[in-house]
């Protein structure tokens, strides 16, 4: 009995020390790019649902990858308000995002600004966007609002510079 239990022990302490070799020996796998999405869908999906002029990015260069899109109808924003982000990596690891609603303004740029510290405003393409950082996160916003009720924000860890490239990279999504 005694042989026993000692025969099975040692064939658990040898599976056990087979599967730390295999551990150890193969290496996890990383992600060493960005998983890219297509937004199309959530493009089209939001010219026809958005009570709003809905903007999208275009023209924008290669290197950013679009990482995640979600186009939200209702919901945490309220009834009636169809809210879109976009999100982008660059090849350094930094991310920009766009975001749109027809929900409140004043709570939806606290949110996605993570009630950043107002800057001095930037003037793009004839339009005047606010700013903000809230360098404690890492981030930088820029984000304007309408008269007509709906509000787009840029934000993220990127440059001045990349959020800059990105607003004025807005166009109206065709309906």
Known sequence: ???RVLGAGLSALGC???AAVVVVAIPAPHAAEPVTVSYRA??????RLAPYPAVAPAG???SWQPVSSGLAVGGANGAGTVTWQLG????DGALAALAETNANAVAFI??????GTPLAPVRLDGQTWHASSAPARGQRSMYLTS????????TGDATWAELRELAASLRPVAR
């Open 1 to 3: 009995m005694l042989n």
């Open 16 to 18: 056990l020390l087979a």
């Open 42 to 47: 959530d493009r089209a999906k939001l010219a």
């Open 60 to 62: 924008l260069p290669a």
């Open 88 to 91: 982008f990596m660059f090849p």
């Open 110 to 115: 606290r949110r996605m600004t993570n009630d």
């Open 147 to 154: 008269p007509a009720g709906f509000t787009v924000v840029v």
